[in-house]
């Protein structure tokens, strides 16, 4: 039977370091308040017109596909997510084609936000085991300091999230001990505007009794408007407490659900790597599922939320610490937006 291997991965995070202090220059906030509530201490901005959300997509995937010894021709299918495009459309997934003179294989490009390198990984190992394909390119990457509030009023988000890209190739194995055991997927769209970015959109005020802030009646007949960038509806919104207190749960729920499934406890897990979100929902989890320091990796605190990269960055960080080693039973965990969260389990 085939199973899916990680053959290779790679990482980006842009040079230009912002810590906590560098951001007094534009709000009302500290060093101390930011890490008390994210545990981040620093964060990566890509450069404004020099980096794109492509470009550090594809600095990764030259490392993994080197790691995995083959060539860019080599791939036969890309998967790439993010919630940060260069366009609105096309996706990036046709961009990192075109760059990497790729043949004309088929470019996928998912929005499941921070779950959406999970999603992907799902999705990877469906191809795989069918034999449909042989060499998948998965990449998340994220720039999101283009596109956030650098002031007081939108210091509650945009203190919260960097920018950098990950990625893996991943390849068919018969190899009984490696490879994706499974994968678990989930969603809740109750909560959907708790933790979102309503404009520029096309709803019209559709779901206006979810938009409360939404009471100009131009905001319902254009795309973007005046009245959206002067009343700030053009940045991300986020009730934190509302996410933190579902993570929390839905965390350990779903890492659970993939242990039971393969007759495993917390005990067999080497390595959980969880979407960076937060350290202290990360530290709050470990602490549920009583997981040894050993058996977490965070690295939140020198690059904050990197949405769908954070978790291929965790990962590709902790193996380049040799922190992941042949044989290790991998857990990989997210939670974000929409509410959408899953999880995969892995022999390396």
């Not at 779901?207 to 053009?234: P, R, Y």
């Not at 979100?277 to 690295?299: E, G, M, T």
């Amino acid at each position: 039977m085939l199973r899916t291997k990680i053959a290779g991965i790679g990482k980006y995070v842009p040079e230009n370091i912002v810590t906590n202090n560098d951001l007094l220059k534009y709000m009302d906030t500290s060093d101390e308040w930011i890490q008390e509530r994210t545990g981040i201490k620093e964060r990566r901005y890509a450069h404004r017109t020099k980096e794109t959300t492509t470009t550090m997509g594809i600095e990764a995937a030259k490392v993994a596909i080197e790691r995995a010894g083959i060539t860019p021709q080599d791939i036969d299918f890309i998967i790439f997510a993010t919630l940060s495009p260069d366009y609105y459309f096309p996706g990036c997934g046709v961009l990192l084609q075109r760059e990497m003179k790729m043949g004309e294989i088929g470019a996928l490009d998912i929005r499941n936000q921070c779950s959406g390198f999970v999603y992907g990984l799902s999705i990877a190992d469906q191809f795989i085991k069918t034999g449909m394909y042989k060499n998948i390119l998965l990449v998340g990457s994220e720039k999101h300091s283009f596109g956030l509030d650098f002031t007081t009023r939108g210091r509650n988000v945009t203190v919260i999230f960097g920018d950098g890209a990950g990625a893996v190739v991943l390849q068919p194995t018969t190899n009984e001990n490696q490879g994706i055991l499974s994968t678990h997927l989930h969603s809740d769209g109750a909560d959907a505007e708790v933790l979102a970015m309503y404009n520029p959109g096309t709803h019209a005020n559709y779901w206006k009794e979810n938009l409360n802030s939404f009471d100009e009646a131009e905001i319902g007949q254009m795309f973007i408007s005046h009245d959206m960038i002067n009343n700030a509806q053009i940045f991300p919104n986020m009730d934190g407490q509302t996410v933190f207190k579902k993570a929390v749960v839905k965390f350990p729920e779903v890492i659970m659900e993939a242990l039971s499934k393969n007759n495993l406890s917390t005990t067999d897990i080497n390595l959980l790597v969880p979407h960076q979100a937060n350290l202290r929902i990360a530290q709050f989890v470990q602490q549920k599922l009583k997981l040894s320091d050993d058996q977490v990796f965070n690295n939140i605190q020198k690059y904050g939320n990197t949405t769908a990269a954070s978790i291929p960055i965790a990962l590709c960080e902790a193996f380049e610490l040799g922190k992941v080693n042949e044989g290790d039973l991998i857990c990989l965990a997210a939670f974000g937006s929409g509410f959408t969260w899953g999880s995969a389990l892995l022999r390396w």
